[in-house]
């Protein structure tokens, strides 16, 4: 038999923590925390992260496990999930990936083949003294199919894609199209996946005035006191999204209500990203939150409960 795994996926602010906790509760599940940024020490604001008390005694994984100097990959990410996975079933509890990142959850649910890949500071760093046109125009020149899809002012992604094109002398759109091609049919696991979206208008309402609520909770003394301990944006930490701002307007790039402004469309723009992705998969079992959000409706809940019953305890 294979082991039992419950993804739940969705754009960043829809609230799948707060669900995760409720769904953990009822089944008897452990936490896996599927976000690329969470895994850090000290970068608990702008990540959103959850207390200890918020937990409400479940169990939790893959938080603050490295500190910010880390290089932390998707391939580590597979290898650890893999292992938590089938801890958790020999527990007889119910493991729950919970998360944004869409490659990770892919690389769990859809099994591919990682390489690993080491961080190449020193090329990092010669890659962040180019313009943002020189990047693009290298990324056009080594990997056209994913410079079509990345947007020319997203240097963290077209950064990284050329690491792994230097790196492994293939670019990453092949590694990609590779492993799509080659994985066993087979999935490595009896999964279900639940994805939760809100409309959009709620959704980028909620995303504003999360990070409106961050700046008021401390998230520039929190990337100060980063940058104080040497972590600055050569660090794959500090690239996720409200860290970079904090750090310009440190800079005296911009003002703060300039960096507010530039997380909060940064985040927007993320949230269209995961949904784009996830929408391409036709395994997910969507719910639209907006009305348990409005109106504290158990309904949706227990449409969510039902399913995995059905699933997991038939």
Known sequence: ??????????????????????????????????????VYRGLDIGTAKITTAEMQGIRHHLIDIHDPDYYYSVAEFQRSAKQLITEINQRGCLPIIVGGTGLYIKAITENYNLPELTADLKLREELSKLSKEELYNQLCQHDPVTAKRLHPNDQKRIIRALEVYHQLGKPIS??????????????????????????????????????????????????ESLKFAGYDEKYNSMQGIGYKEVLRHLAGESTLAEAVVMVQQATRNF???????????????????????????????????????KRFQP
């Open 1 to 38: 038999m294979r082991e039992k795994l419950l993804v739940i996926v969705g754009p960043t602010a829809v609230g799948k923590s707060k669900i995760a906790l409720k769904i953990a509760k009822r089944f008897n599940g452990e936490i896996i925390s599927g976000d690329s940024i969470q």
């Open 174 to 223: 092949q590694l990609i199209a590779e492993q799509q091609t080659s994985r066993e049919n087979e999935l490595s696991y009896d999964q279900l996946i639940i994805g939760l979206d809100l409309k959009r208008q709620l959704l980028y309402e909620r995303i504003n005035k999360r990070v409106e609520s961050m700046i008021e909770q401390g998230l520039v003394s929190e990337v």
């Open 271 to 309: 949230a269209k990203r995961q949904l784009s992705l996830f929408r391409a998969n036709d395994s997910i079992n969507w719910f639209d939150l907006t009305e348990y959000h409005e109106k504290h409706d158990e309904t949706i809940l227990d449409t969510i409960y039902s399913l995995i019953a």
